[in-house]
C-alpha cells in the first residue's frame, strides 16, 4: 500500500586500506573483543542483554547529501559469528562503522557491539536497472568483511559515518539458529525493500515517482532510501523495545529466512509480525500457516499483512511482484504463485484467514475505540468500553468484514468507526483460536506500533495510548510465551453483537 511515513565483537577487514589492524574494538573499552559481555548476556537473554550499558548516541545527526554515503549488506540475516559482506560508497576519503544492537537498555533502546576502525573510502557510482523488470542493483566493489563473532541475535542497525560528517544506516539480523520454545520478532525486510526507491525504482514508483512506470521487480543488492532504516524504525524498532523490556524469551528472523528455512518456526511458541508486513511469499505464507495450525501463536502488530503475493529469484535476492496476475508469465502455467494480491484471482487465498481481519482502505487517520475491555490482552490498562485513543487508526487499517472468511471463534477487541474514501466504516482488533490451541491476535491498524512512542508518533497520539498499548502489547506477549494462548485464553466470539456494516465496495481494498 502506499503510504506516508511520519516519524517524530568480531573481526573485520577493510577491503583496500590495510586497516585491518584497527578493526575489532569493543565497544566503550579501546580494545580487545565484545565476546566475554556476550557470553554473560546469553545467561539468561534477553535479561541479561538488556542490563548491559546502552547508548542514545545510535541514532544520525547528519545524513547529508543523497551520494554522501551509502551501503548495503551482502546478507539479510546471518547466524551468531558467521560474516557478511558490506558494499559501501562514499565521497569521503574515509568512513567508520558502528553497529548497534536494537532491544530495552532502560530506555537508551540501543547497546553498541562493536566499532571498526577506519575504512578508505570509495566513491562507487555504478547503478545497472534491467529493462522489463526495471529491476535496480548497485554492482560495487566490496568495502569490508564484517565477522559476528561474539555479537548476541537480535536486530541490528549499522551505522557508517563518512570522515566528512554524513551518517547511513545499512539493517541486518542476526537471526537465531532454533526458535524452539521462544517468542519469534520477524523483521519485515520484503515490505522494506518493496517501498525502497534508491536507484529510481521501488515496486510503487519509477524515477518520476509515478506508477505507471514502477518496478516489477526490487533487489536487496543496493542501499535503503532514505536514511537507510526509515521503515525499521517506523515499524519495528519501538516493538522490538517493548519485547524485549518484557524479559520474555526471544529468538530474531527475517522473513525473508521463512522463505529460505522450511520448519524455521517448528516449536517457537509464537511468532511477532511488525507495524508494517505486506508481501508475503508462498513459502511465507505456508510457514505461518503450518507454526499456528501446530499450536504456535501468531500476532500482527499492523495493518495490511500478508496482502501482496511475491516469489523470490537469484537465491532470494530479488524480489518479484508484478501486483497482476494477467501480466506475471506465470500466469496460466503455475497459478498458486503469479503474483497479484493473495486474495484475488487466479488463485483466491484472502489474509483473513491468517489474520483473522482484512484490509480495507487507506489513508485514514481515526481514534482507536475499545469494544471489550474485559479481554485479558487489556487486563491492567484500565481501558473502559468505549474509551478512545486519538489518531490510533491509521494510515491503513483492518476490519473484521462478514463477507470473507475468518476463523471462528473470533472476539472483536476494538471496533473503531471512521470514513475512508468517502465510506463509513470500521478498523478491528480482533483475537481467535484454533483447534491447535494457537491464538491469533490482529491489532487492525498500522499505528500499533507507532503508538508506543506517543506523541513522539505525532498523528495526535498521547502518553495515554502509549501506557495502552504497551501494557496490551506486555500481556499478549507474556501470555503467548507460555504456549498456545487457546488453552488458557479460548476465545469468545461476539462477532454478532458488533454487526459490522456491509459494505460490498470496500471488499477488495482501495489500492
Request: aromatic share 10%.
Amino acid at each position: 500500500m502506499v503510504m506516508a511515513l511520519t516519524l517524530p565483537v568480531a573481526a573485520c577487514s577493510g577491503s583496500s586500506s590495510g586497516n585491518s589492524g584497527n578493526a575489532g574494538k569493543s565497544a566503550g573499552s579501546g580494545g580487545g573483543t565484545p565476546a566475554a559481555v556476550s557470553q554473560a548476556a546469553a545467561a539468561s537473554f534477553p535479561v541479561a542483554e538488556n542490563k548491559l550499558p546502552g547508548t542514545s548516541s545510535w541514532r544520525i545527526t547528519d545524513q547529508g547529501p543523497d551520494n554522501a554515503i551509502n551501503g548495503y549488506a551482502s546478507a539479510q540475516s546471518v547466524l551468531p559469528g558467521q560474516s557478511f559482506t558490506l558494499y559501501v560508497s562514499t565521497t569521503a576519503r574515509s568512513f567508520r562503522l558502528d553497529a548497534f544492537r536494537f532491544g530495552w537498555y532502560q530506555g537508551h533502546e540501543a547497546r553498541l557491539v562493536w566499532t571498526s576502525g577506519p575504512q578508505k573510502g570509495h566513491d562507487q557510482t555504478a547503478v545497472a536497472t534491467a529493462t522489463g523488470t526495471h529491476v535496480v542493483t548497485a554492482s560495487w566493489r566490496p568495502s569490508m568483511t564484517v565477522s559476528t563473532t561474539g555479537w548476541p541475535v537480535g536486530s541490528y542497525l549499522l551505522r557508517l559515518d563518512a570522515a566528512s560528517g554524513p551518517q547511513r544506516y545499512v539493517p541486518i539480523t542476526v537471526r537465531s539458529a532454533s526458535t524452539a520454545g521462544k517468542v519469534v520478532i520477524i523483521n519485515d525486510n520484503t515490505t522494506w525493500q518493496a517501498y525502497n526507491t534508491w536507484g529510481g525504482y521501488s515496486l510503487y514508483q519509477g524515477p518520476d515517482g509515478l506508477g505507471a512506470d514502477r518496478g516489477y521487480a526490487v533487489s536487496f543488492s543496493r542501499p535503503y532510501d532514505g536514511d537507510g532504516a526509515v521503515r525499521f524504525l517506523a515499524f519495528d524498532q519501538a516493538a522490538i523495545a517493548v519485547a524485549e523490556h518484557t524479559g520474555v524469551p526471544l529468538a530474531y528472523e527475517t522473513d525473508v529466512d521463512l522463505d529460505q528455512h522450511p520448519g524455521i518456526l517448528t516449536d517457537a511458541r509464537a511468532v511477532v509480525t511488525l507495524g508494517h508486513d505486506e508481501y508475503y511469499s508462498l513459502a511465507m505464507r505456508n510457514a505461518l500457516l503450518t507454526a499456528r495450525d501446530t499450536g504456535t501463536n501468531l500476532a500482527f502488530l499492523g495493518a495490511n499483512a500478508i496482502y501482496r503475493h511475491i516469489r523470490f529469484a537469484d537465491g532470494d535476492r530479488v524480489i518479484i511482484c508484478y501486483k497482476e496476475a494477467s501480466i506475471d508469465p506465470l500466469f496460466g502455467k503455475d497459478d498458486a504463485d503469479t503474483t497479484q494480491q493473495w486474495r484475488q484471482s487466479p488463485d483466491p487465498r484472502p489474509e483473513s484467514v491468517i489474520t483473522g481481519v482484512f484490509y480495507e482502505c487507506n489513508p485514514v487517520s481515526a481514534p482507536y475505540v475499545v469494544f471489550d475491555p474485559s479481554s485479558w490482552i487489556f487486563a491492567g490498562t484500565g481501558a473502559y468500553k468505549g474509551e478512545s485513543f486519538a489518531g490510533m487508526v491509521g494510515p491503513e487499517y483492518d476490519r473484521l468484514n462478514p463477507q470473507a472468511p475468518f476463523p471462528r471463534p473470533i472476539e472483536d477487541l476494538a471496533h473503531s468507526p471512521l470514513t475512508c474514501d468517502g465510506i463509513s466504516t470500521y478498523s478491528d482488533s480482533a483475537y481467535y483460536t484454533v483447534a491447535s490451541g494457537a491464538g491469533v491476535f490482529a491489532s487492525g491498524t498500522m499505528r500499533w506500533v507507532c503508538a508506543m512512542r506517543g506523541p513522539h508518533c505525532g498523528h495526535g497520539l498521547t502518553w495515554a495510548a502509549e501506557r495502552f498499548v504497551n501494557q496490551a502489547t506486555a500481556n499478549l506477549l507474556r501470555a503467548f510465551a507460555a504456549g498456545p494462548a487457546g488453552r488458557t485464553h479460548p476465545a469468545r466470539d461476539n462477532v454478532a453483537q458488533v454487526r459490522p456494516p456491509d459494505v460490498p465496495g470496500l471488499l477488495y481494498g482501495i489500492d
